[in-house]
């Protein structure tokens, strides 16, 4: 079935996007989204950590200052990669002295190098080590480095139930036609790929594709690596982005994204806790639909 851009906003944001409590139960409520595979409800803001593989004291405190923050803001999901240097390792550390790893949802990722699954394997436990963890919510075959390796092996773990949610990720335009077959052939609970103001290629067919098969979808890159921000640099927020309950640009741009019908979590990265507060504002209030998106896109274009 294709499945257009039209068609997916005929499916209804309103009707796709829910409130829930996650976290703290006096966490403030942020909208949410199932996984098409389970129907589990996540808020539709994460964050992503591939700067978090710190040592320096003041470094490492303010990654445990956004760990601390993010549960009793009602957010939960974590995306990391033990390509992310230390990333896991400080995640694993910081959860456990913060007795938080039972209020987040954890999202890693494996290889399989050289082609051999048995490295992969090894990989992906070192991660539970690394992250403290028996059981991790979602381990997707990075940037599609071993997917024919690795995605039995992750089949294997779930049904051992030592994940949850098997997926791959992507966040290049040139690598693009692999997912689309990957998501063609396999079937998957989540895809990871690059989607924001700033390159919407994904819209094209990645996120349609992920819509008709039934795959929730993690969205890394949300502020286009930063590259959304430092172009709106100093230049009002128009009036307008009140329509939409966004305060700030990154609100504006990250609701952009997760007003997607076929988003299910964005993931910004951020190292500092006061952006950790201001991105989760954008999993509150109202959503653009679909002409509110075009007059982002116009504001963004004319830039
Ligand atoms: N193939 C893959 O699987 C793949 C590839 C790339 C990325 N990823 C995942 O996607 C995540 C997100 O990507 P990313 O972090 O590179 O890019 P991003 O989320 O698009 O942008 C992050 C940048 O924006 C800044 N920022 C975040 N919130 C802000 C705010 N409210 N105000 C001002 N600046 C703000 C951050 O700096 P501050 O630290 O100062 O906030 C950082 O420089 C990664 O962490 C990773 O988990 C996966």
Known sequence: MTVTRRTLFQIGIAAAIGTSRPGFADAPALLTRAIPSTGEKLPVIGLGTNRYGVTAPAEVAARREVLRRMPELGATVIDTAPAYGASEEVIGRLLSELKNRARVWLATKVTAPSGRPAEGRKMLEDSFRRLRTERIELVQVHSLQ??????PVLREQKKAKRLSYV???TSRDA???????????????????DYSIADRNAADKILPLAASRGMAVLVNLPLGRGNALAKVKDRPLPAWAAEVDAASFPRLFLKYVVSHPAVTVAIPGTTKVEHLEDNLGAARGRLPDAEMRRRIEQLFDAL
């Open 175 to 193: 690598q693009y036609s692999e997912p689309l077959e990957v998501m063609q052939r396999e079937q998957l609970d989540f895809i990871q790929v």
């Open 146 to 151: 071993g997917v024919r390796e690795m995605l």
């Open 167 to 169: 997926g791959v990720t």
